[in-house]
């Protein structure tokens, strides 16, 4: 690792007392060799990393690391805390601090090296010199794998043999690891011998998001705990270095298969048919023993995969043992962020079939009969006929990718087939809802059944569509479809009933929702209940009210931020005034996670502020009465809404009250004291740009 890490970049006594100064310490080192461009900007894509997922791993070790623009070459640096530092692991503070700085376009030499020492770190013998070591020199070649003299006090081949262990794992690095490999404590028995004589066989996926550590240190832990437990573990690292494919050999011949992961698994179906456990890369560090475990239960229960494995896109991102309700929202949320992007084609669609052909467009025949290349009503006509049928995909779409979620590939057919009777019997969003969770699960109860292995070739493809379609078109055609239908009914007569002040009522809620947590569950629960109710030829004029007052409400808190940022600079760090200078076209375009960045770094200040300005903001949208037909755009379609004056007057209220309550919260704050580094390091906004750099509507 020669010029990785150096003595420069070793601090033996970090003072920090809190991630975000010990981040700052170790990288204002990285900085001083050249390492890092932009302190700020390099230290807002560690907290956006940060904040996908905490770095503390037991043990007592904690790896912040990121890729960046603002990093010129790979970088390691240590730092080594009397006192602890808190950066999330189960079993308390991180003492061992290591900041991994990759360039945005890194070479696969240079992250194999990195992989190589996140292998390391699940070594007992070399965490424990480091712990040891008293020389910043000693330290860096340490970890670097050269030898260093030995510290003092310690036993004097202590280094040299953590050096041998940490170089056995580097040398392994990025290929299948040799069953039987020798252990610490001895060689380990000879491969395949066990006292039951063929040993237990698993292959494991692992991968993270941003394949350096995590990666890795999931891939030792369970080759270490398989070793342990007499079961030979082959494991596949999709790191950011790329990945070599297990032999299909070695997959067939498995007994079981660990996901360990917090991105999706490419190529997924190679494990199909096997004892499956899917979870996310934390726990295949942090429970390697339980993992195997549960796959060996798995299999003597005969629990196999049908078709794709049983580990869902939503299960595998959380840790085992996670409650239903949890579940639950995100299964939800699975089939909302699928239909949004069916909501904004088809929305903006028919938004400019209104601009274009005016607001009696919808009454034009089909352009299939009459259409006129030079006529400016029949293209409002063909774009507004093209959005009606994006929009009639909204409920299929969404019950068939809750069912994705909870049952994976199993639960699309099921799932869409249910969305679309709850079209047909006019049970619309409720009976989408019902049908997506109805069709997981019947077809997790499916899977369950055990089947003769000649026929698990045709369950995924034939049996489990068939048999779970039935199901499931019974259920909402003669069960439950006319008492949803009954209930969508009474709730959009409801909406359409509410006038004066519980109108109001409804837009200040609604406006709260969508300011609390930024593009999130609430936001989306909010967004849904507004989109769902435009997602018709001939809306009602409360369904766009409402549809109004919820975009004018998501607009506030990036708006407010940049407006913030612009006037009172000064409580604000050098990237959050950057941040605001975007926040400006990501509030006006209806992005509400522009205001992430800010929200995350001071969100006791930032989130009620926001949520104020949202409230006032829906209630006088509801008050003013503006309605709204497209389901996004922000000012774009201004145009297209209802009482525009007004309605940029709501926004402009709700954003002017959050940011005099943010510029007034941020005031308040007790500055640090001059020369109060650490303090101010501890007080100082974190930005998490990177999240915004995918934003997702409202």
Known sequence: MSEMITADLVDLDLSADTKEAAARALAERMVAKGRVTDLDGFLADVAAREAQMPTGLDGGIGIPHCRSEHVTEPTLAFGRSAAGIDFGAPDGPADLIFLIAAPAGADDAHLTILSSLARQLMNAEFTSALRAVDDAAAAAALIRGDEPPAPAGAPENAVAESNAAASADSATDGAAPVPGATVEDGPAPAPGATDGGQPFRIVAVTSCPTGIAHTYMAAESLENAGREAGVEVVVETQGSAGFTRLDPAVIAAADGVIFAHDVPVRDKDRFAGKPTVDVGV??????????????????????????????????????????????????????????????????????LGFAIGGYKINKAPSVMDHFLWTQADSWGALFFQIGVVSFGFLVPVLAGYIAYGMADRPGLVPGFVGGAISLTINAGFLGGLAAGLIAGGVVIGIQKVKIPAALRGIMPVVVIPLISAAIVGFLMFVVIGKPIASAQKGMTDWLNGLTGTNAVLLGMLLGLMMCFDLGGPVNKVAYTFATAGIAVASPSDSAMKIMAAVMAAGMVPPLAMALATTVRGKLFTQTERENGKAAWVLGASFISEGAIPFAAADPLRVIPSAMVGGAVTGALSMAFGATLRAPHGGIFVVPLIGNPVLYLIAIAAGVCVTTALVVTLKGLRKQAPEGGATAAAADAPISTKAQSKEPVAA
């Open 282 to 351: 934390k726990a295949g560090i942090n429970k390697p023993t339980e993992l195997i475990a549960q796959v060996r239960d798995k299999a003597a229960r005969g629990e196999v995969s049908a078709g794709a494995a049983p580990g869902t896109p939503v299960e595998r991102a959380g840790e085992s043992g996670e409650g239903y309700g949890a579940k639950l929202r995100k299964w939800l949320m699975s089939g909302v962020s699928y239909m949004v992007p069916f909501v904004a084609a088809g929305g903006l669609l028919i938004a």
